[in-house]
């Protein structure tokens, strides 16, 4: 039985998370190793506390700790304003450029023929449901310009035309783009220019 076995295996879980190779994966977990007591007791504590409580927001579909989060639940977000993402990334690219003070509904996807993806796998029927039971005045669609994200956004776009005023982030996302990519002040500036679809 190799003395690194259990190491070996931490550095390939960790080489399979987005942005970190093998190489990455093996100099962080070193690091880890070194500051076992400041970063890798209190890292792993953290996230069996995490695995343990972490849902999904049972009204837009953020990620936190409680049944509802606290996005939904501040009072001053309840001002008639619901940006649509695709998903949890995209909320939080948003909330990082602080312009949007409004509430969230994250579809957990775009439609896709090919992946056999349709309204009824995403969260498109319950943000039907939000507009007509949480007095929404406007959907602004943040969906990434992609051909997927516009043929969502042009499907919601129909199921709901008549229910409320529609709006699409404008300038400053490129086509092929995505949210969680962007800078926060081309997110920003997107989110003011919005324009109606």
């Not at 400041?38 to 990620?63: F, H, S, W, Y």
Request: overall charge negative.
């Amino acid at each position: 039985m190799s003395s690194t076995r259990d190491i070996d295996s931490l550095i390939e879980m960790m080489a399979r998370l987005p942005g970190l190779g093998p190489r990455s994966a093996r100099r962080a977990v070193l690091h880890l190793i070194r500051k076992r007591e400041l970063k890798l007791i209190p890292l792993a504590d953290l996230m069996q506390i995490v695995a343990a409580t972490a849902r999904e927001c049972a009204n837009c579909g953020n990620v936190g700790t409680t049944e509802v989060c606290d996005i939904c639940l501040a009072p001053k977000r309840a001002n008639g304003l619901l940006c649509v993402v695709e998903d949890v990334a995209d909320l939080w690219a948003m909330e990082r450029g602080g312009a949007f003070k409004g509430r969230y509904h994250v579809l957990g996807g775009t439609l896709s023929a090919l992946d056999q993806i349709g309204p009824e796998q995403l969260r498109i029927p319950r943000l039907i449901q939000r507009i007509e039971d949480e007095s929404i005045s406007e959907v602004i669609l943040a969906l990434n310009a992609t051909i997927d994200g516009q043929t969502t956004a042009h499907y919601i776009a129909d199921q709901i035309e008549d229910r409320v005023r529609l709006t699409s982030l404008a300038q400053g996302v490129p086509i092929g783009g995505e949210l969680d990519y962007l800078d926060d002040g081309t997110i920003s500036a997107a989110l003011n220019a919005r324009k109606a679809l």
